[in-house]
């Protein structure tokens, strides 16, 4: 690892043996290292932007909006509104004089026409910069509107993802506990499932055979007055920790609903995530319910996947996603196809999501944090990679390097969460790893 910035050497560690993987993390980017993590407002919009009956306005050029133009691979059971990256525009001379008058004019405009259930305001780099009272601005036409408009702090230069994350729960706060309406027996919150593909669905079928019910989603095809009556759920089960935890914490501290990490990647934690729910109500039917669900869904699924694992066997492959408990429910996915991982990292770890995908590891694998693209490159052409999983920004890596490649962000179009999602990742990998393409590519082993 010679060629490593001197420091960014204790953010990346090589398993060498049964030790403890010791790894510097949750720190700020290195400024010149191009990481791949994104920024506040890209956080808190990713988060935010699977509310389907609500008004989005971000507040800032309009190249922040075309970012994060429908950013995610979420889909809508109904409303379409959050696919409209509205945006105020601002130019030269509202850095000058100021953007108020701006967000003022078009979040009025925008709410008589599209008539939203609620408005969410963005605050980009430049308002940070010239001051905009975007809270007064939403304040005042929450009063003439008589809907909620919600200003999301995400301003920020030195910020990244997961501050937008926090800032997204902030806002989202603000609307949980504000309906008394009753909620149902055996009523749970998804947090973090934002729908990607249509999976959100999936689990929600997973969960109705189980007798559960689903009081809000929190984000992924979420509903204003849903969220809203949050409150009355008995139990939030989190599966993007990264984003949601901060939400979950909150809940439980305001309102006393306890909440649970899950994963629904992978048989071994779909498995588990399901039943931990119905272990928490405590249900003989329902976890006798869980069970036949299960073992019905285990009998279609290993079959095909041990057809797939025959030609798969002895593959290597390179992790890297935004979210570690991702990086650990592949780890495990891989395993039960016969795919080593010789490098993994994630762009928001904690110290003991490392410890976890080191114990899971094989000696020799490589675990980084907070990666950038020469660094991927390094540690793929070193290993002898096969495949990498990653997201938009990884794409172009393994694809200079004539590496297969499997999207597992949230961008992505094709479904990977709960058993069916297993298939379509088994079935997804095999396409990519065995292409006949790469015997024309010929630069597996060039740098890039």
């Given at each position: 690892m010679n060629d490593i910035l001197k420091d960014r050497a204790l953010q990346i560690a090589t398993r060498t043996g049964n030790e403890e993987v010791n790894i510097d993390c949750s720190k700020a980017s290195l400024a010149g290292s191009v990481s791949q993590r994104a920024c506040v407002f890209c956080g808190s919009r990713v988060v935010l932007f699977p509310i389907v009956d609500a008004l989005h306005l971000i507040h800032g050029p309009v190249g922040c909006a075309v970012y994060t133009w429908d950013i995610r691979g979420t889909v809508s059971s109904g409303p379409e509104l959050h696919r409209q990256s509205f945006s105020t525009d601002l130019r030269e001379k509202h850095v000058i004089f100021g953007g108020e008058k701006k967000l003022y004019t078009t979040l009025t405009s925008l709410i008589d026409k599209h008539n939203p259930k609620a408005a969410f305001v963005y605050s980009t780099c430049i308002v940070g910069v010239i001051g905009d009272d975007v809270e007064a601005i939403c304040r005042k036409v929450e009063k003439e509107k008589h809907i909620p408009v919600i200003?999301?702090?995400?301003?920020?230069?030195?910020?990244?993802?997961?501050?937008?994350?926090k800032a997204a729960c902030d806002a989202l706060a603000q609307l949980i506990g504000t309906s008394d309406e009753p909620a149902p027996e055996f009523s749970i919150n998804i947090l973090g499932d934002f729908n990607l593909a249509g999976e959100l669905w999936l689990l929600e079928e997973y969960y109705r055979k189980m007798g559960v019910n689903i009081l809000?989603?929190?984000?992924?095809?979420?509903r204003i007055d849903d969220i809203r009556k949050a409150h009355k759920a008995q139990l939030n089960v989190v599966q993007c920790a990264g984003s949601?935890?901060?939400?979950?914490?909150?809940?439980?501290?305001?309102?006393?609903?306890?909440?649970?990490?899950?994963?629904?990647?992978?048989?071994?934690?779909?498995?588990?995530?399901?039943?931990?729910?119905?272990?928490?109500?405590?249900?003989?039917?329902?976890m006798e319910k869980t069970r036949e669900l299960v073992s019905e869904?285990?009998?279609?699924?290993?079959?095909?996947?041990?057809?797939?694992?025959?030609?798969?066997?002895?593959?290597?492959?390179?992790?890297?996603?935004?979210?570690?408990?991702?990086?650990?429910?592949?780890?495990?996915?891989?395993?039960?196809?016969?795919?080593?991982?010789?490098?993994?990292?994630?762009?928001?770890g904690k110290k003991e999501d490392y410890e976890i995908m080191g114990r899971l590891c094989d000696p020799g694998t490589i675990l980084v944090d907070d990666s950038n693209p020469l660094e991927l490159a390094k540690f793929a052409r070193e290993t002898g990679a096969d495949i990498f999983i990653g997201g938009v920004k990884e794409r172009p890596i393994a694809f200079k390097m004539?590496?297969?490649?499997?999207?597992?962000?949230?961008?992505?179009?094709?479904?990977?969460?709960?058993?069916?999602?297993?298939?379509?990742?088994?079935?997804?990998?095999?396409?990519?790893?065995?292409?006949?393409?790469?015997?024309?590519?010929?630069?597996?082993?060039?740098a890039l």
């Open positions: 200003p999301v702090n995400s301003a920020g230069f030195k910020g990244s993802k997961k501050d937008g994350y809000a989603r929190i984000t992924g095809d979420g949601m935890i901060h939400l979950a914490k909150d809940m439980e501290e305001k309102y006393g609903i306890p909440f649970k990490r899950v994963s629904y990647f992978g048989v071994e934690d779909m498995s588990q995530a399901l039943y931990e729910v119905a272990e928490f109500f405590g249900s003989s039917h329902m869904e285990l009998s279609k699924l290993l079959p095909v996947l041990e057809k797939y694992r025959e030609r798969l066997e002895g593959k290597k492959a390179v992790i890297y996603v935004g979210g570690a408990f991702k990086a650990v429910s592949l780890i495990k996915a891989l395993r039960l196809l016969g795919i080593q991982t010789v490098v993994v990292g994630s762009q928001t004539g590496l297969g490649f499997c999207d597992h962000n949230h961008e992505r179009k094709e479904a990977l969460a709960g058993y069916v999602g297993m298939e379509n990742f088994a079935r997804e990998l095999y396409a990519s790893v065995l292409s006949p393409v790469w015997q024309f590519a010929g630069m597996k082993e060039k």
